[in-house]
Protein backbone atom coordinates (compact mmCIF):
# COMPACT_ATOMS: atom_id res chain seq x y z
CA UNK A 1 0.00 0.00 0.00
CA UNK A 2 1.40 3.69 -1.09
CA UNK A 3 0.63 6.42 1.09
CA UNK A 4 0.05 9.68 -0.31
CA UNK A 5 1.41 12.54 1.61
CA UNK A 6 -0.28 15.96 0.58
CA UNK A 7 1.86 19.34 1.53
CA UNK A 8 0.45 22.76 2.01
CA UNK A 9 2.23 25.64 2.20
CA UNK A 10 0.94 28.21 4.91
CA UNK A 11 1.90 31.69 5.42
CA UNK A 12 0.30 33.92 7.55
CA UNK A 13 -0.09 37.59 6.12
CA UNK A 14 -1.32 40.83 8.01
CA UNK A 15 -3.42 43.21 7.11
CA UNK A 16 -0.64 45.86 6.42
CA UNK A 17 1.49 42.98 4.24
CA UNK A 18 0.75 42.89 -0.01
CA UNK A 19 0.03 40.20 -1.83
CA UNK A 20 1.10 39.42 -5.25
CA UNK A 21 -1.68 39.28 -7.88
CA UNK A 22 -0.78 36.14 -8.83
CA UNK A 23 -1.38 34.72 -5.27
CA UNK A 24 -5.00 36.83 -5.04
CA UNK A 25 -6.19 35.05 -8.61
CA UNK A 26 -5.25 31.84 -6.96
CA UNK A 27 -6.38 32.35 -3.14
CA UNK A 28 -9.53 34.08 -4.67
CA UNK A 29 -10.36 31.85 -7.53
CA UNK A 30 -10.11 35.05 -9.73
CA UNK A 31 -9.02 35.55 -13.23
CA UNK A 32 -6.47 38.45 -13.68
CA UNK A 33 -9.21 40.34 -16.00
CA UNK A 34 -11.60 40.29 -13.26
CA UNK A 35 -8.65 41.59 -10.98
CA UNK A 36 -8.32 44.36 -12.66
CA UNK A 37 -11.93 45.62 -13.30
CA UNK A 38 -12.00 45.09 -9.40
CA UNK A 39 -9.49 47.47 -9.22
CA UNK A 40 -10.79 49.81 -12.16
CA UNK A 41 -14.10 49.77 -10.26
CA UNK A 42 -12.16 51.18 -7.20
CA UNK A 43 -13.01 47.92 -4.81
CA UNK A 44 -9.31 47.33 -4.25
CA UNK A 45 -6.42 49.42 -5.06
CA UNK A 46 -3.48 48.12 -7.02
CA UNK A 47 0.02 49.13 -6.62
CA UNK A 48 3.01 48.01 -9.22
CA UNK A 49 4.26 49.12 -12.51
CA UNK A 50 3.20 45.92 -14.59
CA UNK A 51 0.75 42.94 -13.74
CA UNK A 52 3.44 40.68 -12.89
CA UNK A 53 4.55 43.17 -10.21
CA UNK A 54 1.18 44.02 -8.81
CA UNK A 55 0.28 43.36 -5.66
CA UNK A 56 -2.64 44.35 -3.54
CA UNK A 57 -2.75 44.69 0.81
CA UNK A 58 -3.68 41.82 1.96
CA UNK A 59 -6.62 43.41 4.05
CA UNK A 60 -8.45 43.37 0.20
CA UNK A 61 -8.48 39.45 0.86
CA UNK A 62 -12.07 39.27 2.44
CA UNK A 63 -13.45 41.44 -0.21
CA UNK A 64 -11.99 40.12 -3.00
CA UNK A 65 -12.83 36.59 -2.19
CA UNK A 66 -16.75 37.32 -1.34
CA UNK A 67 -16.62 38.97 -5.05
CA UNK A 68 -15.12 35.82 -6.53
CA UNK A 69 -17.75 34.21 -4.66
CA UNK A 70 -20.63 36.61 -6.41
CA UNK A 71 -18.65 36.16 -9.89
CA UNK A 72 -18.10 32.63 -9.98
CA UNK A 73 -21.06 30.65 -7.96
CA UNK A 74 -23.50 33.45 -8.64
CA UNK A 75 -22.75 34.47 -11.93
CA UNK A 76 -22.79 38.07 -10.98
CA UNK A 77 -20.87 40.79 -13.15
CA UNK A 78 -18.16 41.93 -12.16
CA UNK A 79 -20.49 45.62 -11.51
CA UNK A 80 -22.47 43.73 -9.33
CA UNK A 81 -20.28 42.01 -7.21
CA UNK A 82 -18.97 45.54 -6.27
CA UNK A 83 -22.06 47.03 -5.83
CA UNK A 84 -22.76 43.90 -3.77
CA UNK A 85 -19.74 43.95 -1.78
CA UNK A 86 -20.12 47.48 -0.62
CA UNK A 87 -23.80 47.13 0.28
CA UNK A 88 -22.66 44.07 3.03
CA UNK A 89 -20.02 46.27 4.13
CA UNK A 90 -22.47 49.44 4.83
CA UNK A 91 -25.07 46.96 6.11
CA UNK A 92 -21.99 45.33 8.89
CA UNK A 93 -21.26 48.69 9.63
CA UNK A 94 -24.58 49.75 10.21
CA UNK A 95 -25.33 46.65 12.29
CA UNK A 96 -22.33 47.30 14.30
CA UNK A 97 -23.53 50.82 14.93
CA UNK A 98 -26.98 49.82 15.83
CA UNK A 99 -25.13 47.31 18.72
CA UNK A 100 -23.26 50.04 20.44
CA UNK A 101 -26.20 52.70 20.32
CA UNK A 102 -28.50 49.11 22.25
CA UNK A 103 -25.48 48.99 24.31
CA UNK A 104 -25.59 52.46 25.40
CA UNK A 105 -29.12 52.95 25.27
CA UNK A 106 -28.64 49.70 27.81
CA UNK A 107 -26.97 50.85 30.78
Known sequence: MIDVVHVH???????????TV??????CRLE?????ELADLGLVSLR???PEEWQLPAAALPRLTLAGRLIRDLGVNVSGA???????????????????LERLVGQ
Do not use: K, N
Open 9 to 19: EVRLVGEADWV
Open 22 to 27: AEICRL
Open 82 to 100: VLAVELLEAQRELESRVRR
Open 32 to 36: LTAVI
Open 48 to 50: GGS
